[in-house]
């Protein structure tokens, strides 16, 4: 982090992806308007059931927020930038979508870990649950994790504008994330490498471990289980917690700790696209299709809507025969007169 910021350049070209512009355009659109429409679609079902009203969804409802946030701090400039002959964007541009990039990534992956001990104490301490997890502590554990990847947003942000980019400006990515960017500069980056490899490190391990201390009691538990519907019901509640941490974690422990190569570069555009746009894309449609209960409660909400629209159609068909026929008994009226 050394030098302190002379900065020459003034905005960076982002490459992304040259190759079938306009396809990828519409595959991406088509995928963050999903991701939009599933995870608004999640976090209205959570707050407008009283069913779901438990610590479990209490964090799901969250997990959807910071998917939406996560994903719109990048894919709209990504879009944009399919569409233009060169992907610009300013140099306080780039920090400020990195930032936030951060914020929300850091944020998923605590939160992830918290939703693992939720699911450790609901089945290891059914019992207690409720006393352990009241509102207040869910609360506590949510605002924990907004704060933490706040403070990792701002210690990495504060590192990168201390580096002098004197050019190249072309970013081999399609958005501004650290390790494209540190190839970038030139000052020595050594101390924001090593401070990158400490806080994730410091991050994926802590969290990890965790949720393989959460899942290690929860599976013993599970095993002491007699009956084998009894062990089917508490492992299903878990399963699409288990697919959500594979993808995020896998992807992101691919990123962070790959070598900085230029000839890896790319690949680690394709991970990038995992974590950062197909993931909060998928988090809804796992959690909703391998969670018995949201899916009974969004069938009812189906059902629900689906009764008003069919009984407010009837009502507007019942209303345009009443007036015909009162159009016509005043025109059989006037006839007679």
């Known amino acids: ?42 976090i209205v079902l959570i707050r407008t059931n009283s069913q779901l009203h438990v610590p479990m969804y209490f964090f799901l409802s969250h997990l959807s927020f910071v998917d939406i946030c996560y994903s719109s701090s990048i894919t709209p400039k990504f879009l944009s930038g399919l569409l233009a002959e060169r992907n610009v964007i300013s140099f306080n541009g780039c920090i400020t979508q990195f930032f936030f990039f951060v914020v929300f990534g850091t944020t998923e992956a605590i939160l992830l870990a918290v939703m693992a001990y939720d699911r450790y104490v609901a089945i290891c301490e059914p019992l207690h649950y409720l006393v352990a997890m009241p509102h207040g502590v869910c609360v506590h ?43 970038l500069s030139c000052s020595d980056t050594w101390l924001n490498k090593m401070v990158m490899a400490v806080c994730v490190g410091f991050i994926i391990t802590t969290s990890v471990l965790a949720i393989i201390f959460s899942y290690a009691c929860i599976l013993i ?29 896998g992807s992101a422990a691919f990123l962070y700790f790959h070598p900085f190569p230029r000839h890896a570069e790319d690949q680690g555009k394709t991970a990038s696209i995992f974590y950062t746009v197909v993931t909060p894309m998928l988090n809804p449609f796992i959690y909703s299709l391998r969670n018995k209960e ?36 005043s025109r059989r009226n006037k006839a007679d007169t």
């Open 294 to 329: 949201v899916r009974s409660t969004l069938r009812r909400a189906m059902n629900k809507l689906l009764s008003c629209m069919y009984s407010h159609r009837s009502r507007s068909n019942q209303t345009v025969a009443d007036i015909t026929c009162h159009g016509g008994v």
């Open 221 to 249: 538990t599970i095993w002491n289980i007699r009956s084998a519907e009894g062990r089917h019901k508490a492992f299903s509640t878990c399963t699409s917690h288990l697919m959500a941490i594979v993808l995020f974690y």
């Open 141 to 183: 554990l949510v605002v924990g994790s907004y704060a933490a990847g706040s403070l990792n947003a701002l210690v990495h942000t504060s590192g990168l504008l201390q580096l002098s980019f004197c050019g190249p400006n072309l970013v081999n990515h399609f958005y501004c994330e650290m390790p494209p960017l540190l190839l």
């Open 1 to 42: 982090m050394a030098g302190g910021n002379h900065s020459r350049v003034t905005e960076f070209v982002l490459l992304g992806f040259t190759n079938l512009k306009e396809l990828l355009f519409m595959i991406f659109l088509l995928i963050y308007v999903t991701t939009l429409m599933g995870n608004l679609g999640m």
